[in-house]
């Protein structure tokens, strides 16, 4: 079976096409500036990158110039879109509504669209992808795959919030958690990993411009640092993470900020960027760092700390700790960064081996020959788990 993979943005559209049994990527790229100008990164393994502008009014067009390319006789993998057998959309939020992955029909469509006020700047998003392919392939089977829904084990004493129960009752207000592909992707691979599947306490580092930690008992989650929605938790790129809210009335009041204002700092000019006033890329911070300037190391800090305490405060929630994993961008290629989040852990059984660790990209074991707890590097694929979910429920 071959599988398309698409992630809309509100002005962008990422795709894979590739198998979901093997894992092979035939090719991927995006479209991007939709409603603008349009243009589209296109790459096949083995072969030159190709980028074209094309006009890309809607989102049916950037379908439309994925599937053409895909075809094409120079730049295809494909004679025929007879050949792609199903359609995976990754959607951000599921609500309560969704615990796993779904065929999408007219009640799917429904229901993601309650979820609107929940992901105001993904779901529209994601649902313009969605009936784009509709309208260009009919024919198709379509698949939801929620970032939500992995996370949807939490025990109430995890996912409810200490406000009044009338808003989790009549607005479903609770934490979600997000990046559940993802977490589920690489919990599932340590579990492997240990090979004691039935007894497994997983602690899954998420870290890069957007970063998240899940606890994972026996494979399913029973914390995550996320929420609502994607703000909370350590501090990110360019989102604050967990604050305290009188800041919010304090700023608003002290300059006349109205919501949106005030919710575009929290989301878009805090976080490490916030900090430093260098940079929200992890690599930037890095050399800034190196060169003396005292935000970008207390950027790097602040970040190493959030971290750590919630490694600490879920081995705590767990009763334990079998294994710590680490993925995306930061997660995966940061060696530097992955000793500094585990340094002081000693106690907890926790001891990094600074030669194994010198590793990014692949997956490994980089734990001392000593630690009691095993520490994982793991590539974060969530485009398999997206594609797999697809193929089951398209056959």
């Known amino acids: 079976m071959k599988v398309l993979i698409i992630n809309a943005g509100s002005s962008s559209l990422k795709y894979q096409f590739m198998s979901p049994d093997t894992g092979d990527v035939y090719a991927k790229g995006l479209c991007e500036r939709i409603g ?104 198709k089977p379509q698949v939801a795959v929620f970032d939500t829904a ?3 084990t939490m025990p109430a004493k995890a996912y409810t919030y200490a406000i009044p129960y009338e808003y989790y009752e009549n607005d479903d207000v609770r934490r979600y958690g997000f990046h559940g592909t993802s977490h589920r992707y690489v919990s599932a691979r340590a579990v492997d990993m240990l090979g004691n599947p039935e007894h497994s306490k997983v602690i899954c580092c998420h870290l890069g411009n957007g970063s998240s930690l899940s606890a994972c008992v026996d494979g399913k989650v029973v914390d995550t640092t996320m929420g609502l929605g994607p703000l909370a938790g350590v501090p990110m790129g360019t989102r604050s993470g967990d604050i305290d809210a009188t ?48 935000r970008a190391q207390l950027a790097l800090d602040k970040f190493v700390y959030e971290v750590k305490k919630d490694i600490g405060a879920y081995a705590a929630a767990m009763g334990g700790c079998d294994a710590i994993v680490f993925t995306a961008g930061v997660g995966e290629n940061s060696i530097d960064m992955r000793e500094k989040l585990v340094e002081g852990l000693e106690y907890m059984g926790v001891k990094i081996d600074p030669v194994k660790n010198k590793t990014r990209g692949v997956e490994a074991e980089v734990q001392a020959d000593d630690s009691r707890v095993k520490i994982f590097v793991i590539p974060t694929n969530e485009e398999l788990m997206i594609a797999k979910d697809t193929a089951a429920l398209a056959k």
Not at 101 to 111: F, K, R
Not at 286 to 293: F, H, I, K, P, S
């Open 36 to 139: 603008i100008d349009g243009r589209l990164n296109h790459s096949v393994p083995g072969r030159d990158k190709v980028v074209q502008d094309i006009a890309m009014p809607s989102h049916s067009e950037a379908i439309q110039a994925v599937l053409s390319i895909l075809v094409d006789e120079t730049n295809g993998v494909i004679k025929s879109t007879d050949e792609i057998d199903a359609v995976g959309h990754r959607v951000l939020h599921g609500g309560m509504a969704f615990t796993e992955s779904c065929l999408i029909d007219d009640a799917c469509i429904a229901a993601i669209e309650k979820c609107i006020p929940l992901g105001p700047l993904h779901n529209p998003a994601n649902l313009m992808g969605i009936r784009a392919c509709q309208a260009v392939m009919p024919n």
């Open 150 to 152: 992995f996370h949807m």
């Open 247 to 294: 800041i919010i009335e304090y700023l608003m009041d002290r300059y006349g900020y109205d919501i949106k204002t005030m919710m575009n700092i929290l989301n878009k000019k805090s976080g490490v960027l916030g900090i430093s006033g260098v940079s929200s890329d992890f690599r930037d911070l890095d050399n800034a760092a190196a060169e003396g300037n005292e």
